[in-house]
């Protein structure tokens, strides 16, 4: 026991030692500029929520140009959590989310690294988490784009198919809960990820169930009943711990912009296919995606990682001819690389038939984010090269053991050091800009400049306007970001601000006549108003939907309160059994 925690805690260092030219351009503590540089301010006000109570804040103040904003009532909450835990332990916003980097990092190249070495071998796995920590799309998300959640996603996708692959081979309840929670954790952080990703689960259940049916024993079909079963029973705990968030984000999207913002205009996928040349070369660059050749970001999938795909394949063939029949691993390698092959069709154009079918498609806006698959993969198959490699020279006699023995690691290692070489130098951000904290956490920071890169979730009655692209945006300029909680549009009243929460606020007011009072938030669907603790109206016929309501002379204490919507609750009371029935599974035993 203690000889295998050794083992696997040196493979871990190992790992580690191998990412770190990957990580090397994070360990300072300047600020780099990305594409979605909003991750700052989403955690800040995510702890700044949490400070105030509020477990889990579908509302955050200051963004949507200071009038509030359903943030992570849409947007995948998960990898803010892990940042505030990180802030929480001490570490600077901006810190906070470089380690969440950092993360994705190690974890991803260990769960390729489990899955390879599981399929494969163990120096197949290494090099496997080599090449998938060096996969050109891996240093655009993280420098070019500073796409954190599909970051984070790309390394949690192992572990869906290790787990699901653990489930095949040993249908134990434990296996099952594992399988459904780590679907839980890639839906919690990028749904639009996580709905292709069932996909490729249902084409390797197909997979599995084919290996099964071989064999007609009747042992072996109740087999394949029994992991389709359980299969399922793991898909639908994963839907149901995370349905407190997809639930209200799927049937509350159409009350926001994001139809018009994520499927139409420049943002819409018919103008980001990838060119299949652009596999093979396109310019390094730190620009955005294009129409045809234009990107101003690479698509390669590398020089040593196409080498070892084509050799996998040579490699694989001379191994059936060797071995004289089809094995476990030589279908295991090929339903790999049909995996590989459907990703790389996913971005092309010839694919368009699938993409103008399927409308949830519509919201991944580029085609190439199925590159994030394409690096999973192809990184397997990689390890694959070396496996069949080593099984080549087990079934020569002439060659001496030691060759046997050693050739492979060899080879394995010249791989893996030319990999970091070459590779480890796009790692790095365009440039670095000396900011702090404070800075990117400022009211004009968050109310402004991050509020006009990311405004999909704004209502969608809000007035909008042009931009000289001939996109859409809120026809909202700075002057127009409210300086205040909340304003007296009409009549004649003084007032006090009692509480001032995210989601709660609290006013005193003495109205010396009839009055209009105007909340500087937009009006969305939970929030209601409260005239000394009795509902009344809210009026949003305005320009920006502000919440408007009507008040009586008199005294009163006005309420206006963000609460559940009816397919919240539902959603929210789902994930509560979910998690109960995971719990239970985990620790029954299995039945098989």
């Not at 920590?133 to 959640?149: E, N």
């Not at 990107?295 to 191994?319: C, E, N, P, R, W």
């Not at 007035?463 to 970001?481: E, S």
């Amino acid at each position: 026991m203690l000889n295998k925690i050794h083992r696997n805690l040196i493979t871990f260092l190992l790992l580690c030692i191998i990412t770190i030219p990957a990580i090397v351009a994070l360990l300072n503590n300047q600020h780099f500029l990305t594409h979605d540089d909003q991750h700052i301010a989403r955690l800040y006000l995510l702890v700044q929520a949490l400070l105030q109570g509020n477990l889990y804040p579908r509302w955050v103040d200051i963004l949507g140009f200071g009038f509030g904003y359903p943030l992570f009532n849409f947007y995948p909450p998960l990898i803010y959590y892990l940042g505030a835990l990180f802030h929480g332990l001490g570490a600077s916003y901006i810190w906070s989310i470089k380690l969440v980097f950092i993360l994705g990092f190690i974890v991803g190249a260990y769960g390729v690294y489990q899955l390879t070495k599981r399929l494969t071998c163990k120096i197949a796995g290494l090099l496997a988490a080599t090449l998938y920590t060096y996969f050109f799309y891996h240093a655009v998300l993280i420098y070019v784009r500073g796409a954190l959640a599909e970051f984070i996603a790309m390394a949690i996708l192992p572990f869906v198919f290790l787990n699901l692959d653990r489930l095949y081979r040993d249908k134990t309840w434990k296996n099952t809960a594992l399988f459904g929670i780590s679907l839980t954790f890639l839906i919690l952080c990028h749904p639009l990820i996580a709905f292709p990703t069932f996909i490729y689960i249902v084409i390797a259940l197909i997979f599995y169930a084919s290996q099964s049916v071989k064999c007609s024993q009747t042992n072996k079909i109740n087999q394949l009943v029994n992991f389709l079963i359980k299969a399922i029973i793991g898909i639908l705990i994963g839907l149901a711990i995370s349905s407190f968030f997809w639930l209200p984000s799927l049937v509350e999207r159409n009350h926001t912009m994001t139809d018009l913002i994520l499927t139409n205009e420049l943002a819409s996928y018919k103008i980001h296919y990838i060119n299949p040349q652009q596999f093979i070369y396109s310019p390094w660059g730190f620009g955005g995606s294009a129409e045809g050749l234009n990107d101003g970001m690479t698509f390669q999938l590398g020089k040593i990682h196409l080498y070892l795909l084509f050799s996998a394949v040579v490699l694989s063939l001379i191994y059936l001819f060797k071995k004289r029949k089809k094995d476990q691993h030589f279908s295991h390698f090929y339903f790999i690389l049909f995996m590989f092959i459907f990703s790389i069709f996913m971005t092309l154009g010839y694919s368009s038939i699938i993409w103008d079918n399927i409308k949830y498609l519509w919201y991944m806006q580029f085609p190439w984010r199925f590159l994030t698959f394409v690096g999973v993969f192809i990184s397997i198959i990689g390890g694959y090269c070396i496996f069949f490699l080593q099984g080549i020279l087990d079934q020569y006699e002439g060659i001496s053991p030691s060759i046997k023995k050693n050739l492979a690691p060899i080879i394995v290692l010249i791989f893996i050091l030319s990999t970091v070489l070459i590779y480890q130098k796009y790692f790095h951000p365009d440039k670095y800009v000396p900011l702090t904290d404070r800075q990117k956490t400022s009211f004009n920071e968050i109310a402004w400049n991050v509020s006009r890169t990311s405004y999909e979730f704004v209502p969608k009655g809000v007035k909008k306007t042009k931009t000289a692209l001939n996109t859409t945006i809120p026809d909202i300029r700075k002057n127009d970001i409210p300086k205040s909680v909340y304003e007296i549009i009409d009549g004649k009243a003084s007032s006090y601000i009692k509480l001032n929460l995210f989601t709660e606020k609290i006013l005193l007011i003495n109205a010396e006549t009839d009055s209009t009072v105007r909340i500087n938030t937009y009006y969305f669907p939970g929030w209601n108003a409260y005239l000394n603790n009795r509902k009344i109206r809210i009026y949003d016929n305005n320009d920006y939907k502000l919440i408007t309501v009507k008040v009586p002379k008199g005294q009163h204490q006005l309420k206006v309160k963000f609460e559940n919507t009816p397919v919240r609750t539902i959603g929210e009371f789902i994930s509560l059994i979910g998690l109960i029935v995971f719990l239970y599974l985990l620790g029954k035993k299995s039945l098989n």
